[in-house]
């Protein structure tokens, strides 16, 4: 069961009173959750491989271990289908008592373009992969041996494909922006997609059970109603195969999302810095910096003076999603920033909408505004901190020059993440600081390694 050097057991229960107990017992959770060579995301509520998480989880693992976070990566694009897409979950075929499971998605039976040899989900998440590709090569300095360069160039032709993916299929019409056709796609209840799911007719559906409830109190969790609409969502895809061009015709959920736009730009940059070192074709970097243009200028524009945000576009009504949430935020990720915009970003992010919000526990980055109608303080990505969208942020705070801002939001973070009880948690209460949905969650033990690894390594050059 365990994973290619890196498998000792024995789940965190210390308490970090130093930034040394904090790493040894963020390096202990992801030990716990290395099934051989990947990680899960959570010991039980989140069994099998996330793509996403992968990432954070490669970006923290390099600290620990390149080489085993270089494998994280090639676990997930072993996976990958012959369109490029990188599926959203690989199953663990061992994990047999998880719900919804591999027969919701039915991905080989359901197209041509699915792996054979596992079974995945048919959606995709946010691609963070190239930037944790990158990172990882660049912690691993020295230790980048011929064998380690060797992997990365091997990894590079499946980076490029899921880009190519994502750029052919997910914005067809070359507007910079990905169309993102499920909740699931990133940040599940998120109210920024509440208006869409609400115009969905989707009937009564009886009742089933789900692995998140049975786990964490319901009330945190996506509400019944939520999730008919995330399965029936799924039905759809699968009825169409999963084909872009057919579900691009008539699906009834497609929006453009700036949060997953945005590290699409960020990752873009990130495989041209790839491409550049292992000295790929002209032509190809040509096109990944095209990716980074298109779509770097396309989320800007979709900055809002009123709310100091960038806005996701709702394909069906054609109009902005005027939602205060962190995914707003996104844009100070952006490789292409103009300091004006950036200035307006970060007041948004420290004023009184989001980490500057009176009453909170640490002054960090709630998932939704507390000052907006749809807040809801432990309703997973409706109110709760999430410490690693605060990761992204603040690595985007970073690049940009704004230091000053990006130690306050790491040092708030990791403040939080040393209270008693904190045990990495999934996402926490933002005036409290209790720990909410799972503890020893993968990604969130990833960042804190990478941010307690600051400044020496993990702002990108
Ligand atoms: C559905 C694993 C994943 C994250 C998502 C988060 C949550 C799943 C769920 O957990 O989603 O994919 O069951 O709610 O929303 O961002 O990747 O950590």
Redesign the pocket.
Known sequence: MDGRGFGARGLCTAIASTEGDLREAAVAVLRANDVGGWTR??PR??PHQ????SAFIAIGLAHVDPQRALAELEHLFAAQWSDGRVP??VFDPRVEDYVPGPGLWASAASSDAAPRGVAT?G?I?PPMHAIAAEHVWKIAGARADREFVARIRALYPRLLAWHRYLARERDPDRSGLLTIYHP?E????TPRWDAALARLAVGERGSYSR??TSLVGASE??SKAEYDRYLWLVDRLRLAGYDDTKIRRDHPFQIKDVQCTAIFAAASHALGAIASKLDMPVAERDEINSWVATSSVAVRDRFDEELGLVLDHDLATHEAIRVRTSAGLSALILPELPSALRERLVGTAFGEDFAGATGLAHPVIPSTSPRAPEFRPRA??RGPTWPVINWLLWWGLERHGSGERASTLRRANLALLSRSGARFA?YFEPYTGEPLG?ID???TAAVTLDWLAAPRGSAPS
């Not at 990133?186 to 209840?189: E, I, L, S």
């Open positions: 995301p959570a509520l989140y996330w793509s996403w998480d959203h979950m989900s959606l998440q699931w990133g940040t599940d209840n692995t998140d969790r996506p997973y990505w999934e799972s969650q993968s990604w």
